[in-house]
């Protein structure tokens, strides 16, 4: 860093998701300059549909820096903007769109991808949902000098890290946000100085990932107990778990579960019953049980599902429906 302290290297950051703040934080210092951020639009949301300021927006207004949020990546004054701005770097973390060519090709330098998943795994929109739900021990980051494929570009530089049995996709995506912040001024400052000779991708253990839907977080009782017990980890905080119950009017959210040792031989898939404890427990396809324990049932308040027994002790899960 010290070769360069005298020098300012311009970065114009795309990103649109509270996984950019620590890469804005870790740039917001010599000797990086965000000339300009580029998120996408505001919003309307909730009832009202009030519109409301994005997290990306937000953190720029804080800091006196110049926001973009184009509609169309193709617009001609967007993109004459971003020329004038001469910048070294486009800086892209989680911005939600994959940037055309003629916009990789402005900056002196390239653009740089900060991407949550050891590439080429996990190419795609959800790369920390995807390593919970597979069951993974490691996932990591990687700092990826762009192309116009989906993350299909050269790497920079990669680093692991552990995936803990308890995981969310929340907590693993903070790690690897703050992990890859790091990496990414260190892989851009020996960019700039031509220490770096980005390598192509592995044309093995290659695997995409869709964007997220709600739809994706229904439970199947008919899975495993550990299948499910991945998927609560890995849709938390969004879009939640859920499964209808038997009358199939209403709703429940499962924020938090674990598995259990009971065994459930006879029962069928989307059982309730509870145990000498007094646990929630539900029986899975593979006569396995899975122990609910922070529930929100619909319209309501998160609650313990130990609470949320003692008003409804004939509650019954239905199974695929």
Known sequence: MNEISNQKI???????????????DFLFNPPFDIVAIVTQPNKASGR??????????????NHNINVFQPERLSDNTFS??????????????????ILPQFLLDLPKFGAVNVHGSLLPRYRGASPVQSAILSGDNFTGVTIMKMDK??????ILDQKEIEILPTATAGSLSEKIAMLGASLL???????????????????NNISICKKISKDDARVNWNDSSQTIERLVRAFYPWPIAWTMLKNKLQSIRIHKAQLSDKETI??????????????????????????????????????SARDYLRGNNEILISGLV
């Open 10 to 24: 311009r970065i114009v950051f795309f990103g649109s998701a509270e996984f950019s703040i620590p890469s804005l």
């Open 48 to 61: 009202g549909k009030k519109v409301l300021t994005n997290t990306i927006n937000q953190w720029a207004i």
């Open 80 to 97: 004459r903007n971003l020329a004038e701005l001469r910048a070294d770097f486009f800086v892209v973390v989680a911005y939600g769109k």
């Open 149 to 154: 494929g989906m993350d299909t570009g050269l």
């Open 185 to 203: 001024v260190r892989t851009l400052s020996d960019l700039f100085l031509g220490k770096i000779t980005p390598i192509p991708q592995s044309l």
């Open 266 to 303: 006879g029962k069928r898939p989307g059982g309730v019953f509870i145990d000498s404890d007094n646990n929630f427990l539900v029986c899975c396809g593979d006569n396995k049980a899975l122990h609910l324990i922070t529930i929100q049932p619909q319209n309501k308040n998160i609650m």
